[in-house]
């Protein structure tokens, strides 16, 4: 007996989420193009390489922030003739995106650093000036991680949550490449290159993670085992459903959804045991950001009472 409807509750209203998501994006978009024209120019000026690394960094940002944009439009749209269960998967495959994106701007990176550091004789002193807008991208990109995640963790938006990681990795490469720079103007001009030679190295990783991440969500990866274990104890819970197994699990973007068996007894009518399997369904769909459940009913053996003779149970 298959039991499976579709339902369009996933936790979280997906006009809100996409209105957050869009919201959000937004804000980065204005913030990173202010900083990769800041710092691009500033690097040049100031003939920084670590202070130009981290502007196509912002740059890289700014296509990501377009990324989450499209994909934010598109994965709201609902379940069609071709897409069943909806389009929530743009978001992963967005995520996988920018992964991809990060690690063929790390390995840029780390190419460039590289060949200065082989020609020690072409570091050249770099300008005050560098220092102070590296400064000042540091605060702006931490303070728009902040307000990113914020938003990414309200709507539960794990390509949202990818792109606030992805404006903290700037941050961090802001602050190493402040470093660097203040080490150049002190003398140690070696330190400019090995800045920027950072920096390749945290967008490399962050962009393995997160590309990693996707691929296996786009293979079906199972989710958490919290989740699985709510589902598990929201099936047992209720009335008819004696056990149940081959619980499986993948995710449809942010969402969750699930196939399993359930031991019903085999003796009640064949409506009866589709009515437990429903109740059943229903009360896994209420566990957070589950999408959907497909039950089948098994029918099991369950111990019966002894019968009674009635001429002796009269006699007692």
Known sequence: MQVDVVSDEA????????????????????????????????????????????????????????????????????????HHYGHQRFETAAALAIGVLLLAVGAGMLWSAVQKLEHPELIQPVKSVALWVALGALVAKELLFRYMLAVAERVRSSMLVANAWHARSDAASSLVVAVGIGGNLLGYHMLDPVAALVVGLMVTKMGWRFSWDALHDLMDRAVDERSVEAIRLAILATPGVAGLHDLKTRKMGDAILADVHLEIDGAITVEEGHRIAVEARLRALEVQDVLNVMTHVDPVRLPRPPAVDPARARAA
């Open 11 to 82: 936790g979280v209203d997906p006009q809100a989420r996409a209105q957050a998501a869009s919201r959000s994006t937004w804000v980065s978009v204005a913030v990173n193009i202010l900083l990769t024209c800041m710092q691009l120019l500033a690097g040049v000026v100031a003939g920084s390489q670590a202070l130009i690394a981290d502007a196509i960094h912002s740059l890289s940002d700014l296509v990501s922030d377009f990324v989450v944009l499209f994909a934010s439009h598109h994965s709201r749209k609902g379940a069609d003739a071709d």
